[in-house]
């Protein structure tokens, strides 16, 4: 139970553009209060979280998500433009207030456009209350952010992947640990622009440093706009014990695979050789990539913490090797005693297949054939101030032809739409949805998804190759000790299914965790007991069709 003294804690930040050099090419970055990655938000289960947030972006809107955390009784504050909230205008404040009701290790970042990879974001560590202890001990706690980094603004990607023909965002230049990476200034087309400058101190490494024979816990969280990532510290093994704010049956890896959007905890224990440093390294799977792997300095102390270890760093493993991917998937179990297990049977089965498609000459990602299009009013507030004329009302579609599609060709997919209608779910019931993967508009290839869910965790009960058969898989799946997460990976030519109870009045959103896939149309949204949801904040209004009701 959370404790009697559960405290408010205040931040009051600001969000501006700045000049930075996270990987020592200059560009405009989102800082917060002059940060980025923004400050670690640090909290005790229980508290009240109060973020006043200043626009002072001078030109774009903003909103911020905070990611892992359910918003319950406050669905209005989870930061999704378009979906719980309107956009935060230059020049307003607008302020968020939710609770943390559960300990763990989540993330917040920019949920507007696609202004996360611009660089807001940052780090929510929820403690155990005083006195509780966790299934695992520990000397010193650390966070840290994985993320890859782009040099073209946010803008530019947008407008690129929204236009006709298609301009892909390609591979990232740069992989950031906590906010630090290094570009090869002598590689073209940096030469000579002036904008690149090996010695700024914005890109000396991250440096990590630990006391020889201490046990460290190691929050990771990856907030990648594309990349998923394999991390390991060189010589070190780490054993997994939280994944997304649950504590899983611990394991142990070489190398940690994470996706865009999940969050990790690894005990990693100082007992190598203290003489010298090692490297800390991230490196892009799945994608036939061209980013270098980014890297940090593990520090044994008293050693300089920027002496570069005296060893190659790390290769990695091979991008295409899928299996070692689907092993620690399938390797991820609850805690026995932590997470209660799931309902043994479900109301409803969503089966959503995965495809890239051309939509009249636009490259987008839909869902049964339905692209997601943001609507002009949040629906949040348009359902629970009758506002219906302001999206499509017509359900989207709960299967697809599944006798009919080849997962393993290109396919047309030529009566593919794009729509902001939405899934209604019944208050209280259980709902299974099975994400099914499929080849792109690319021949040979399959991409991973990282799915998050706004609102809830999930029960992760089953991954699979192939195409999804309804009769069979779901007698293989795990109702004894499936994990809970928020974000899960939809592996290349597989399925993930899932379960939820909708038990969480509001609107929320589940979508893929890659940026720009999201931008096009890479989601959906579900309903779930919105006449339960309390009076709305008029904070949230002002935009769209809630213009008349806001009230400011
Ligand atoms: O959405 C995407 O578009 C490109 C490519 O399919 C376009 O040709 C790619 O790699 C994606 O992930």
């Not at 993330?107 to 006195?131: E, F, K, N, T, W």
């Not at 803008?155 to 570009?183: C, D, H, M, N, T």
């Amino acid at each position: 139970a959370p404790s009697v003294e559960a405290r408010i804690r205040r931040y009051r930040w600001e969000v501006k553009y700045e000049y930075r050099s996270p990987d020592c090419y200059k560009k405009l970055v989102m800082t917060i209060n002059g940060r980025a990655p923004g400050p670690t938000i640090i909290a005790q289960q229980g508290d009240t979280i109060v973020v006043e947030l200043k626009n002072s972006l001078l030109t774009e809107n903003v909103a911020i998500h905070w990611h892992g955390i359910r918003q319950i009784g406050t669905p209005w504050f989870d930061g999704t433009e378009g979906v719980t909230q309107c956009p935060i205008l230059p020049g307003d404040t607008f302020t968020y207030k939710f609770v943390v009701d559960r300990p763990g290790t989540y993330l917040y970042h920019a949920h507007y456009g696609m202004q996360r990879q611009a660089g807001l974001y940052g780090s929510i560590r929820v403690a155990l209350p005083d006195g509780e202890s966790e299934p695992f001990s520990y000397d010193y706690d650390r966070s840290i952010i994985l993320n890859d980094w782009y040099h073209k603004s946010t803008y530019e990607q947008a407008v690129g992947l929204s236009s006709k023909p298609f301009v892909w965002v390609g591979e990232p230049q740069s992989l950031l640990i906590q906010g630090r990476g290094k570009f090869d200034c002598t590689s073209s087309p940096s030469i000579g622009d002036g904008l690149c400058n090996a010695s700024s101190p914005d890109c000396s490494p991250y440096t990590m440093t630990v006391v020889p024979g201490k046990t460290y816990r190691l929050r990771i969280g990856s907030l990648t706009a594309l990349a998923a990532l394999s991390f390991e510290i060189e010589g070190h093994n780490m054993t997994v014990v939280e994944a997304d704010g649950h504590n899983v049956e611990p394991f142990v890896v070489k190398n940690l695979f994470i996706y865009s959007g999940e969050t990790y905890s690894v005990l990693i224990k100082a007992d190598q050789n203290p003489s010298r440093n090692y490297w800390m390294s991230s490196k892009v799977v799945s994608r036939n990539s061209t980013t270098p792997n980014g890297l940090a300095i593990f520090n044994y102390y008293p050693n300089h913490p920027r002496r570069n270890p005296p060893t190659v760093p790390p290769a990695g493993p091979l991008w295409n090797d899928l299996a070692p991917r689907l092993a620690q998937s399938n390797a991820i179990k609850s805690h026995q005693g932590y997470t209660l297990p799931p309902p043994l049977k479900s109301d409803r089965v969503i089966v959503l297949l995965n495809t890239q498609n051309s939509i009249n000459g636009y490259r987008r990602w839909s869902l049964n054939n339905v692209s997601f299009n943001f609507p002009h009013t949040p629906y949040l507030i348009a359902l629970k101030e009758n506002l219906l004329h302001s999206f499509d009302q017509t359900p989207p579609p709960d299967n697809y032809d599944v006798a009919n599609y080849d997962i393993y060709s290109v396919a047309n997919n030529t009566n593919a739409t794009a729509s902001n209608s939405i899934y209604r779910l019944q208050f209280n019931t259980t709902v299974d949805i099975v994400l099914q993967n499929a080849n792109t508009m690319n021949a040979n290839n399959s991409e991973t998804h990282p799915w998050h869910l706004h609102g809830h965790d999930f029960w992760v009960l089953g991954y699979g190759t192939g195409k999804f058969d309804v009769n069979s898989d779901p007698k293989k799946y795990n109702l004894v000790n499936p994990s809970m997460k928020n974000t899960v990976p939809l592996h290349p030519y597989g399925w993930t299914a899932l379960r939820i109870r909708a038990d969480n009045p509001g609107v929320w959103a589940f979508h893929c965790h890659i940026e720009s896939h999201f931008y096009m149309g890479m989601g959906v949204v579900f309903e779930e007991g919105i006449e339960r949801v309390g009076r709305l904040p008029s904070s949230v209004m002002g935009c769209g069709a809630t213009k008349a009701f806001h009230r400011p």
